[in-house]
């Protein structure tokens, strides 16, 4: 029995030293570019933000062709989310969470549309649409006035409601 144990210990020993010795051959160390392209994270500071700009009335048309049927006239919920409305809900018995009441950042909404919307297709709205919708959305609750333009240059300054609302690791952008 003896040789046995020996004979099973030396077996296991060359196959973990095979194993460790062996290096995996998988995929290859991806391009500078190909990171870039699937690094589109949007800070609170918007200093990442893509070129672009989209108004109020423009956002109107992006949102009937690809959120309403999802989110609802006006973005007043549907088969999905409520996205509006419910501004100062939040301490109160009936919480709404919405873009609006809850999110604290309007440069957070930029980089959820554009990661994840709309459903069936993400990543397929231009940044002037993702502007536009963003600039409709907000301007229903008249968080921006009803001719407002969003860009890379004004998203960031936009004031949501529920901004201190949240402790952050991040640093402040100013106010």
Excluded at 16 to 21: E, F, H, K, Q, V
Excluded at 81 to 103: C, N, Q
Aim: proline share 10%.
């Amino acid at each position: 029995m003896p040789s046995n144990r020996i004979l099973i210990a030396a077996v296991l020993g060359l196959c973990l030293a095979g194993t460790a010795l062996a290096q995996p051959r998988l995929g290859r160390v991806a391009t500078p570019d190909e990171i870039a392209k699937q690094d589109i994270t949007i800070g609170p500071d918007g200093a990442t933000l893509p070129p672009g700009a989209g108004s109020v009335a423009d956002g109107l048309a992006v949102y009937e062709a690809n959120c309403k049927s999802c989110h609802g006239d006006k973005g007043a919920g549907g088969p999905m989310d409520r996205l509006t409305g419910g501004i100062g809900s939040l301490t109160s018995g009936t919480p709404v969470k919405t873009v609006a009441s809850y999110w604290p950042y309007a440069t957070t909404i930029f980089d959820y549309v554009r990661r994840a919307m709309p459903y069936p297709a993400p990543q397929s709205l231009t940044s002037d649409e993702i502007y536009a919708v963003i600039a409709y959305l907000l301007s229903i609750d008249k968080i921006v006035p009803e001719d407002a333009v969003l860009s890379e240059k004004t998203l960031a300054q936009v004031r949501m409601p529920n901004r201190d609302g949240f402790i952050s690791y991040y640093p402040k952008p100013p106010r």
